[in-house]
């Protein structure tokens, strides 16, 4: 069972980061406080300072990274809500054990030097689940 699940951020499918800016940053003032490319997932995101839970807007850099086909089919908008686990192997194991679908076989490289993968929202209530597990146990952020 996990301990004390824990929202690492809300992550927002758009366009553009810059444009998003203007709403986020200078419309409710969240600071931004980490940006970086993803290459594994083809994206820019940027991380808005939103306490213990972060907001990422995540930018597409190829036509066929997975958040341009989301924002072709849905436009922009929540893409996913990702969970900190301290172990994202043992999960990953347990949530297959238990029938879901995750959509990479093995984690993937997140921002912050994490490693990611993903839940399908057909095993998790119509949501895109994120599970984030940061390289140490401390407050990297
Ligand atoms: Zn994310």
């Given at each position: 069972m ?7 951020h ?32 083809k ?20 036509p ?48 912050h ?29």
């Open positions: 996990l301990q004390s699940l824990t929202i690492d809300v992550g927002i499918a758009v366009k553009s980061i810059d444009d998003s800016l203007k709403f986020w940053a200078t419309g409710l003032g969240a600071e931004t406080s980490h940006r970086e490319e993803v290459a594994s997932q994206v820019i995101v940027a991380f808005l300072d939103t306490g213990q839970g972060k907001t990422e807007l995540l930018e597409p850099t190829s066929d990274s997975p958040i341009a086909r989301f924002i072709d089919k849905k436009g922009e908008g929540i893409h996913h809500i990702a969970y900190r686990t301290p172990n994202l192997a043992s999960t990953m194991s347990r949530l297959i054990e238990d029938g879901a679908r995750l959509i990479y076989d093995k984690p993937q490289p997140g921002s030097g994490t490693q990611i993968n993903f839940v399908h929202p057909a095993s998790a209530g119509g949501v895109l689940v994120e599970l984030v597990e940061y390289p140490t146990r401390e407050e990297l952020s």
